[in-house]
C-alpha cells in the first residue's frame, strides 16, 4: 500500500499491479486496515474511488487517531466520521466485521445507534472495546441472528458489570471473548454457556466472578476455553469445573492454579499452563495434589505449554512420588524456563515421560545461576522420534551451550535445531562458531539462526 501511494504512475495508469487487482483481492487487503485509511485509499487511483463504499469489514479506533500528532480529533468528530461511514455506505452491504474502539459508553446513544446499524446489516464479528461500563448488551445485538463471533473489552480501571442473557439471543453465536469483566452472578455465565448450542469458542480474559467458589463451564459444543489472568481468589480456595465433551484447546493463565474438576475431557488436544508460584509453599500436600491432578488430566494431550513456575513444581511432584503417567500421546513440548539448577532434572523427567515426542521449544529467562552440567543419558523420544527443537531468547551462555551438546549428542533422529536470539546479544559469530564445532549424533540435523521473537512470544495462546 505505501509503494502504491508513493508512486504517482499508480494514479495514472489503472493497469499497475496492485490497483488492478481483483475486488475480493482489494476488500482483503482493506480488512487489515484502519476504515480511514481505507478511505484516504480512494485517492490512489480512479478504479478505488468508491470501492471503500463496498468494503464489508469498518474498523474505527479513536485512540489510534488521536495518537496522530498531525491530526487531533475530538470525540465529537470521530463520532462524525463514524456516521458518514454508516450512512454512506449502502445499507445492503453485509459487514463481515465491525470494531469500534472508543472513549465511552454509557450514556452515549449515539454508540447504541451504530450497533443497531451494523446489526441490521447482518454484522458477523462484532468486536468493541470501550472506557465506561457496560451492564447490558443493546436488545439488537442481542437478537442479531447473523452474529458469529463477539468480543468484549472494557478499558478502566474498575471492571465493567455485564449480564448475559440465558434465555434468548446469540443463536448463531460460535466465539465469545471478554475483556475485564465482572460478573455479578456466576451461575448467570454457567447458563449462558450451556444454552449456547453453536458456541465452539470461549476467551474471558480479567474477568472476575463476585462472590464465588466455583465456576461451572458446561458445554457440548466449545472447543477451545481459555482463561487469561483468572481473576480468582489467589489463594486458590475456589474450583473451576470444566463439563466440554468436545474440548479440544485449554488454556489457562492465572497467579496460581484453582482446584479443577474436569468430566469428559476425552477431545482434549492442547494444553497451555502458566502461573507464578514464587510465593506459594511449593511442598504443601495440598498444592502437589492440586498440581498431580491437573497433571493426571492432561496426560494425554498432543501438544502440552508450560511455565516455569509450573516446571518448578513439576521438579517437587517427582521428588515427593506424584508425578503421573507418561504422556504417551504428546508430539509437541513448549516450556518457559529460568537457569536455576532444578531446570535440568525437570526437563529431563518430562522427556523421559514423553516417549513420543516429536517437537520441542525452549523459552529462555535468562535469570544467573551456576553451571549446568548435563550427563549423557538414553531417552527415548531423543533416539527414537524428536525431530524438532527451537531454543527462543539465546544469549548464549554457558548453560543454553551445555543444554545444545546435550541435544545434539543424544539426538539420534533429529532434524532441525533452530535458535532465535535475545534482543541485543553482540558476540553472535562467536556463538555459531562454538555451536557448530559441537558433536552430532544426527547426520542430517539442520541448525538455523533466527532473528529475535517478541519478548511476549510464549503468552500467544
Known amino acids: 500500500m505505501v509503494v502504491c501511494l508513493e508512486n504517482p504512475k499508480c494514479r495514472e495508469d489503472d493497469g499497475d499491479r496492485l490497483c488492478s487487482l481483483p475486488e475480493p483481492v482489494i476488500h482483503q487487503i482493506f480488512s487489515f486496515m484502519e476504515t480511514i485509511d481505507v478511505v484516504r485509499a480512494s485517492a490512489v487511483s480512479q478504479k478505488w474511488r468508491y470501492l471503500w463504499l463496498s468494503v464489508p469489514y469498518l474498523s474505527f479506533d479513536m485512540s489510534t487517531i488521536s495518537s496522530n500528532p498531525q491530526e487531533i480529533w475530538s470525540h465529537e468528530k470521530f463520532k462524525d466520521f463514524v456516521n458518514w461511514v454508516l450512512l454512506s455506505q ?119 466472578f463476585r462472590d464465588f467458589k466455583i465456576l461451572d463451564i458446561s458445554s457440548t459444543s466449545l472447543k477451545s476455553l481459555t482463561l487469561d489472568d483468572f481473576g480468582g481468589d489467589e489463594s486458590g480456595n475456589y474450583k473451576v469445573k470444566i463439563a466440554c465433551p468436545n474440548l479440544v484447546s485449554f488454556n489457562f493463565l492465572a497467579s496460581w492454579a484453582p482446584d479443577f474438576a474436569f468430566e469428559d475431557l476425552d477431545s482434549l ?12 509453599d511449593e511442598r504443601d ?104 527443537v527451537e531454543l527462543i531468547h539465546v544469549a548464549g551462555d554457558e548453560n543454553e551451550l551445555e543444554l545444545v551438546r546435550f541435544l545434539l549428542k543424544n539426538g539420534h533422529v533429529l532434524k532441525k535445531l533452530s535458535f532465535s536470539w535475545m534482543e541485543d546479544v553482540e558476540n553472535r559469530k562467536e556463538i555459531i562458531s562454538r555451536i557448530m564445532k559441537l558433536p552430532r549424533s544426527s547426520s542430517s540435523v539442520a541448525l538455523k539462526f533466527l532473528e529475535p521473537k517478541p519478548h511476549d512470544d510464549f503468552l500467544k495462546y
Open 90 to 208: 449502502s445499507g445492503s452491504v453485509s459487514i463481515q466485521r465491525f470494531r469500534l474502539y472508543c472513549l465511552s459508553y454509557a450514556n452515549d446513544y449515539t454508540v447504541y445507534r451504530w450497533v443497531c446499524a451494523v446489526a441490521r446489516r447482518n454484522v458477523q464479528v462484532f468486536d468493541l472495546t470501550v472506557y465506561g461500563e457496560v451492564t447490558e448488551l443493546p436488545h439488537c445485538l442481542v437478537t442479531c441472528e447473523s452474529l458469529e463471533a463477539l468480543k468484549l473489552a472494557c478499558r478502566q480501571l474498575r471492571m465493567c458489570v455485564l449480564k448475559l442473557p440465558f434465555s434468548v439471543g446469540f443463536s448463531r453465536l460460535k466465539s465469545l471473548d471478554l475483556h475485564n469483566v465482572e460478573f455479578l452472578d456466576h451461575n448467570l455465565l454457567h447458563k449462558f454457556v450451556s444454552s449456547r448450542r453453536l458456541l465452539e469458542k470461549l476467551i474471558l480474559k480479567s474477568c472476575s
Open 269 to 280: 488436544q492442547n494444553a497451555f499452563i502458566f502461573f507464578d508460584i514464587i510465593d506459594r
Open 285 to 388: 500436600n495440598e498444592s502437589c495434589h492440586i498440581l498431580s491432578k491437573l497433571l493426571n488430566e492432561l496426560c494425554e494431550v498432543k501438544a502440552l505449554k508450560l511455565s516455569t513456575a509450573f516446571l518448578r513444581f513439576h521438579f517437587v511432584l517427582e521428588e515427593r512420588g506424584f508425578i503421573p503417567n507418561s504422556f504417551n500421546y504428546l508430539k509437541s513440548l513448549v516450556l518457559s524456563v529460568s537457569m536455576a539448577d532444578w531446570v535440568v532434572p525437570s526437563i529431563i523427567s518430562l522427556l523421559n515421560c514423553s516417549p513420543n515426542l516429536e517437537a520441542l521449544t525452549i523459552y529462555f529467562e535468562g535469570e544467573d545461576c551456576d553451571d549446568w552440567k548435563i550427563s549423557n543419558k538414553s531417552i527415548f523420544c531423543l533416539t527414537c522420534h524428536l525431530k524438532t
